[in-house]
């Protein structure tokens, strides 16, 4: 089974927090072994069950979500959107595999959401990752957003610069040209440009 699998079940196993857990736990990781269609229900049936822990909905959403399991959609949506960041990485993992026309709609929605900056993170490479319609136009008004001094999420900014570049879409050179004033975006934004064929002439950037 893949390394995220096995790093997202060790991080859920320092939850639990009874023995009850500890079965509930059990139970996922062997419908995950077997991998049958009725295994996949009783899974789909976790991520809407009344009271459930998050835990619980996480491994399951992962598990049906890398399997190309629409039903998945609506949690990992919600973990991709979470306040603790392994949390969205591992959501944008099963997304990136699932496979769902959705998700590039709501990894832009949440990219683009200037209230949800802190959490942009994954969402904004996930967008390059899927490669996407929405990709590029969601990541340029990210990054536009983001170009102020002093920003203090420099780190989304530095993914969209990266996610442009590996993209290849000549849009992106108006807000890749404007990222490379920004000291800490400098260096990405010039191999971005690179990337797209625009090449820094010799003393552009030169003070007088």
Known sequence: MEDEFHELTDRVRAELRSPQDLVAYERLLGLARKNTTAGREELAQVLTAVERPLWAREIAAFILGTAGDRRAFETLVLLLNYRDPVRCATAAHALGRLGDPRTARAAAALATNPLRTAYALHPVRLLAELRAPESV????????????????????????????????????????????????????????????????????????
Not at 152 to 161: D, E, I
Not at 167 to 191: E, I, M, N, S, Y
């Open 137 to 208: 136009p969601a990541l340029i008004a990210t990054l536009e957003r983001l170009l102020t001094p002093h920003n203090p999420y420099w780190r989304v900014a530095l993914a969209c610069v990266e996610g442009l570049g590996a993209l290849g879409d000549r849009r992106a050179v108006p807000a890749l040209t404007a990222a490379r004033d920004h000291p800490r975006l400098a260096a990405a934004a010039a191999a971005s440009l690179a990337r797209l064929g625009v090449q820094e002439e010799p003393g552009e950037r030169a003070g007088p």
